[in-house]
């Protein structure tokens, strides 16, 4: 009687233990793509409306990762480490943004080329041409209102107001093959960071400091982000609109947009698709 009632509890305690065993294995990496293929259909059913103001507030969200690493700058001496301090303002931006569940257009050219990756159709890449112009204009005017708020609102000091246009001068002026080369780099890695971040769970905050404080010390350029510098400068007078901010808004786009769909959501579609691994999506 005493084994027949020790066998049970022996194989409760190993169901349980493979429960637990279970609930701290890492999900695989069709169960992510699984997860942002969803998210990608959600935001495709989004109207408009919806996609133009929450993409506003992550224009004028993204304006404080220019503002906040220009106060860091105004505040340190001049040595060669100081890029390393003053580059963790440059996550402010996206920590509001991506915590706040706002519209930026760099994270839609992962999540909504799933769904067009899957179903190749005119109707789904005009549905996903049409969120990402909503988002990206929406995202551009929030920019614009940011810059035009610092520049004529006189809120910052003048040492600040250096700090400004230091930090946006040097995202800005690179030349244009240069700047798209780099926006490559920024979309590949704002598009990982969106891959990760469905099941990092307390880790959130940490995945995103770290991966938009590498974009910031690698100078590498993300178009909203930058927006905000090229308009404070071409509303400064300090660089024309076409050939300064137009080139620069032009070279983001085509750079990230590269980098955030053909070398990430396509390779990871390829890779879970002909693997069989998500044919249940």
């Not at 700058?73 to 890029?83: G, Q």
């Not at 551009?140 to 400004?164: K, Y």
């Not at 246009?165 to 800005?172: C, D, K, T, W």
């Not at 609109?241 to 053909?262: D, K, Q």
């Amino acid at each position: 009687m005493a084994g027949a009632q020790h066998a049970p509890d022996e194989s409760e305690r190993q169901q349980q233990d493979h429960a637990e065993a279970r609930q701290l294995k890492s999900p695989s990496g069709s169960v992510v793509y699984r997860a942002i293929y969803h998210e990608g259909e959600t935001e495709l059913d989004r109207g408009n409306s919806a996609l133009a103001w929450s993409g506003l507030a992550a224009g004028l969200s993204m304006g404080f990762s220019f503002l906040a690493e220009s106060l860091l700058r105004a505040r340190m001496p001049e040595a060669d480490w100081r890029p390393l301090v003053t580059k963790l303002g440059y996550s402010i931006g996206f920590l509001l943004v991506i915590l706040g569940r706002q519209q930026l257009f760099t994270e839609n050219t992962l999540t909504v080329v799933l769904p067009l990756l899957r179903n190749r159709s005119p109707g789904m890449l005009g549905n996903v041409l049409r969120l990402w112009a909503v988002v990206f204009l929406a995202n551009l005017a929030g920019a614009l209102l940011f810059a035009s708020a610092i520049l004529f609102l006189r809120v910052t000091s003048p040492e600040t107001d250096a700090a400004l246009r230091q930090v946006a001068l040097e995202a800005v002026v690179p030349g244009f093959g240069t700047l798209v080369a780099r926006a490559v780099f920024a979309g590949w890695l704002i598009a990982v960071m969106v891959w990760v971040l469905p099941f990092a769970e307390t880790a959130r905050v940490s995945v995103i400091v770290i991966v938009t404080y590498v974009i910031g010390i690698g100078q590498f350029t993300h178009v909203i982000a930058g927006a905000t510098e090229a308009f404070y400068l071409a509303l400064s007078g300090l660089v024309p609109w076409g050939s300064g901010a137009g080139r620069f808004l032009l070279a983001g786009l085509l750079g990230n947009t590269i980098g955030g769909t053909a070398l990430v959501a396509a390779i990871a579609h390829v890779q879970y698709i002909q693997s069989g691994e998500a044919e249940d999506t």
